[in-house]
């Protein structure tokens, strides 16, 4: 199995890697190293774990099949669909009234294609994106 590993600062990539490894074990041990790097003064340390749903095409591929049968791919008429999750370590951020602005995190997936990475990464972006977006919006009333 392989993991799909992103480094985002500041609602922009910094950085993309896909590993060797169970997406469980991974998450555990980005999740330790980000207690290093975490000031327990200025932001939380959060992992939140969200699900994200893949379409492939039916038959599915045979490359592809290794990295997401554990998590019981399904057939919906003509294509297929699997649940994968994702994990977001969120360990610079700050509260501005009830919304959370997060400045570094690091997001964990496991790998079904290069162009299904790209699909959540962008995702990933646009969820950051919005919870900032909607604090500006907050200031302005």
Known sequence: MRTVVVR???DEVAGIEVLDG?????VKEYAKRGIDTWNPTTSD???LRDAYTVELPVPIPRDVLPHIER???KRVGDRAEVTIPIFEIIYGNEWIGD???SDRAIALFPYVTDKHTEEIVKSILM???EGREGDEEGDVE
């Open 8 to 10: 985002i600062e500041k």
């Open 22 to 26: 169970d997406i469980y074990a991974t």
């Open 45 to 47: 340390f959060l992992v």
């Open 71 to 73: 998590f019981s791919p």
């Open 99 to 101: 919304n959370m602005v």
């Open 127 to 129: 969820s950051l994106r």
